[in-house]
């Protein structure tokens, strides 16, 4: 069966990717960090691309979480930098619909202003880029109760915190790919990974490619989701 027909069969429409290991891929090869930064930027548009091209509906990439802005400087800096540069070619990326999930526009007014727009140029395209910057799963989470309570809400269900998430529209992740050899979930997601399949990569990012995300997609296709019920026999 071709990739394409195993992402149809498998009911998988989003996929999201914990992108770590660009420090360390660095390292290896005794070049600065920030250098890491820069192939693992190349990586990430070669798997968007891969990904909409099988036929995954949603991706959602962590990029910048709000633990990161406690890094040196001129790393914060150079991540930055990486982000500007790829929203400038970013709205030739046809069909996609670019999403910033977090709270960029507190990292700086230029980053505020330049997702805004990106986000209101493409909104409408049949794919969805979630990108995850200055985000935080808790924070979140904490932004939709204040939300509803603003809305004058005193009880609330579920749904309604679904509804105010960042992700609101997309379905929750079906299954979550992390690089970098580390098993945690660094605040990615808290609420909507309930029922996420996980796949982790020894791999650093900058070197993860089309044939890794092939590997995580056969994976999943194996698996046997039950949402706490049985198997259908
Ligand atoms: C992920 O790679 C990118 C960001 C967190 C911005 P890291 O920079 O965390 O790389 P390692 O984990 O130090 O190797
Ligand atoms: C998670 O990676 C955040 C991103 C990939 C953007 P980190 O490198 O920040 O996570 P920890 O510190 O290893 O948990
Ligand atoms: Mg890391």
Same mark, same amino acid.
């Not at 190349?42 to 091209?53: A, D, G, L, N």
């Not at 727009?117 to 880029?129: K, S």
């Not at 904490?142 to 509804?163: F, K, Q």
């Given at each position: @069966?071709?990739? +394409? ?13 914990? @992108?770590? %290991?660009? %420090?360390?891929?660095? *390292?290896?090869?005794?070049? /600065?960090?920030?250098? !890491?930064?820069?192939?693992? #930027? ?14 995954? &509906?949603?991706? +959602? ?10 890094? $040196? *400087? ?20 046809? &069909? ?5 999930? =977090?709270? $960029? ?6 980053? =505020? ?12 395209? $049949?794919?969805?880029?979630?990108? #995850? ?18 809305? !004058? *809400? ?5 749904? &309604? ?7 609101? =529209?997309? /379905?929750? $992740? ?5 690089? =970098? ?12 990974? #309930? ?8 791999? @650093?990012? /900058?070197?993860?490619?089309?044939? &890794? ?7 999943? #296709? ?5 949402? !706490? ?5």
């Amino acid at each position: @069966m071709s990739i +394409t027909e195993i992402v149809e069969k498998s009911g998988l429409k989003h996929i999201a990717f914990i @992108m770590d %290991g660009n %420090g360390r891929w660095a *390292r290896e090869r005794s070049l /600065p960090r920030e250098a !890491g930064h820069k192939k693992g #930027a190349e990586t990430f548009k070669q798997i968007v691309r891969y990904c909409k091209k099988i036929g995954i &509906d949603c991706c +959602t990439v962590y990029a910048f979480s709000t633990e990161n802005i406690k890094r $040196p *400087r001129h790393e914060v800096e150079a991540i930055f930098s990486l982000l500007l540069a790829y929203i400038e070619e970013a709205s030739d990326e046809k &069909d996609i619909e670019f999403r910033f999930i =977090g709270e $960029p526009a507190q990292l700086t007014e230029n980053i =505020g202003r330049k997702t805004k727009a990106l986000e209101d140029e493409t909104r409408g395209r $049949p794919y969805r880029l979630n990108i #995850a910057l200055n985000y935080g799963g808790r924070a979140e989470i904490v932004n939709a109760v204040n939300e509803l309570l603003r809305d !004058g *809400r005193e009880s609330i269900t579920e749904d &309604d915190i679904s509804s105010k998430l960042y992700t609101k =529209g997309c /379905p929750d $992740p079906d299954l979550i790919v992390r690089t =970098g050899n580390e098993t945690r979930v660094s605040n990615f997601l808290l609420w909507q990974c #309930a029922y996420s399949e996980f796949y982790f990569s020894e791999k @650093m990012w /900058p070197d993860f490619s089309a044939s &890794d995300v092939d590997l995580a997609v056969r994976d999943f #296709a194996g698996r046997s989701r039950r949402w !706490g019920g049985l198997d259908k026999k």
